[in-house]
Structures are given as C-alpha cells and as structure tokens.
C-alpha cells in the first residue's frame, strides 16, 4: 500500500505530536483546520493524513470499504496498519515517543482512533480524543483495553446523532473507564458533527497533557 498523504503543521519546537484522523467523506484539511483553536500554544506538531480509498466526484475519502454489516474486515485492519505505519514512521523521524502523542478521529477516523490506542498489544499513548465514535466490533481486530489504564481520553458525541447512538458512545467511554483508562465522556446538542464548544473542550483537554 501506497504512503497516506498527509497534510501536516509543524511545530519543531513542540515536542508532542496531534495524530488526527477525518471521518467518512471528508479528507486530510478537516480536522486540520481546527489546529489553531484547539491547540493555540502550538504545543504540538499536527499530522492530518487522507484515508486510503477516494470516494467518487472528488466528494472526498474513506478509510474502509464497507460490507453488508459494517465495516469489512480485512479492510478496517488494512486501514489500522496503515496509519499505525504512518504513525511509527512520524514519530521515528521526529525523535518523539509515543507517549508524547496523541491520537483523535471523527466518526470512521474516531473508530481508528479508539482501535488504534485499545487494541492488544497497542503501545501507551498520551490521550486520546474521539469524536461521535464507538470502539468497532471487526472480526480479526482484538481489544484489550486493560493495557491503556491511566491514558487520558476525550470522548465526545452528540445527543441527536444518528449514526453512533448515545448508548453505543457512551457505552465506549465505560469501557475504557472501567479498564482504568481517565475518561471524560461529553454530550453535544447535535448530530453527526462538530461544534465550537467541542473545540473549546478539545483545548482544555490538549492543554492538560504534559
């Protein structure tokens, strides 16, 4: 597989590194783009890549293809290895452990995110930040939440969203709580979105991390 194109804000004085991953029919400016709210002090250097399949008319990517009942498998595991490369990679050519990283997604790129940070094996991250998500249920793919305990996480959806339901976010967040990871589960009033109070949430959350 080809390398993700990656749209990136460097800051080489940081010393921390923001991972984020766009969600379906978006592409790699998107979560970007709220870079100079949520990180005003330029703590961290941002790395945004596109997903890996281009969506017809140009209307943006997708990090899956999709199978009659969610994502299909070999796909999502295609799409985890692919940014976990993407991520060694970056942080190897910055000199900056992964505990100095953290990792947040929107919708499918929240999916990657939560699998990314509480699969077996996963390496300790610095926090996570996972927006109108749920940790994915994909055959192949193995969750052990315990080994994250004590990783801070941002967890935010919306009250009216109708793709990840209430029950389905909420339902992550205690998850990850009970395995003793340090949660902050947030409801929104909206749907399948992000809001400004969000941001300004995210930035709180970005600025506690040491």
């Known amino acids: 597989m080809a390398d993700l194109t990656v749209y990136r804000i460097d800051r080489p004085a940081a010393g921390r590194m923001l991972f984020l991953f766009h969600g379906y029919s978006a592409e790699q400016h998107h979560l970007a783009a709220y870079v100079p709210l949520v990180d005003p002090d330029e703590r961290f250097t941002a790395v945004a890549p596109r997903a890996i399949h281009d969506l017809p008319e140009g209307d943006g990517a997708s990090w ?17 290895d692919a940014v976990e490369a993407l991520i060694e990679r970056e942080t190897e050519a910055a000199g900056i452990p992964r505990e100095r990283c953290v990792i947040g997604g ?94 300004v949430d995210a930035r709180a959350f970005l600025a506690a991390i040491p």
Do not use: K, N
Request: hydrophobic residues 45%.
């Open 64 to 80: 899956w293809e999709r199978g009659p009942d969610g994502p299909e498998p070999a796909s999502f595991l295609a799409a985890l």
């Open 106 to 199: 929107f919708s499918q790129g929240g999916a990657l995110t939560l699998a990314l940070t509480a699969r077996e094996g996963a390496p300790r991250y610095a926090g996570v930040w996972a927006m109108c998500c749920a940790l994915p249920d994909v055959p192949g793919l193995t969750l052990s939440a315990a080994a994250g305990a004590g990783t801070p996480a941002l967890i935010q959806h919306g009250t009216a969203d109708p793709i990840i339901s209430v029950a389905r976010a909420t339902a992550s967040a205690t998850l990850l709580g009970d395995a003793g990871w340090h949660v902050t589960s947030v409801g929104y009033e909206m749907g399948h979105s992000q809001t400004i109070e969000m941001m």
